[in-house]
């Protein structure tokens, strides 16, 4: 099996993710936990810089709080319950009802500037 070929498949259980808490392996947590686990774009951003570079430094990855799968599954849980929470944003309109808000206003602001 070539390189390229070999997926990396990272699962920490809670006595795992206490031992390497306690032992204070902040980084392979942050990478375990975050783009291996929970954020597909910037886990293709890594695997790429990887197959290119032989590394890749997780600070120099793109990091956007949208792409986060988690925290957008509990953050819409909670807004469909009607409970407000910081996750993502102030509110409880979704990141997308925003985002594509912001469309809307700047192709408005636009319109009117012509």
């Known amino acids: 099996m070539s390189s390229s070929e070999l997926i990396w498949i990272i699962t920490v259980t809670k006595p795992e993710l206490e031992s390497l808490v306690a032992i204070g ?5 942050k990478e375990a936990l975050g783009p291996r ?18 590394y890749a430094k997780l600070d ?14 509990i953050d819409a849980y909670m807004t469909a319950c009607g409970i407000n929470t910081d996750l993502l944003q102030g509110g409880l309109a979704l990141p997308r009802t925003l985002k594509n808000k912001e ?12």
């Open 37 to 54: 686990a929970d954020d597909s774009k910037q886990k293709m951003q890594m695997e790429q810089k990887i197959s290119l570079e032989g």
């Open 60 to 73: 120099d990855l793109d990091s956007d709080i949208e792409d986060k799968q988690t925290l957008n599954v």
């Open 25 to 29: 392996a902040d980084k392979f947590l």
């Open 103 to 114: 469309k809307r206003e700047i192709g408005h602001q636009r319109t009117n500037s012509k």
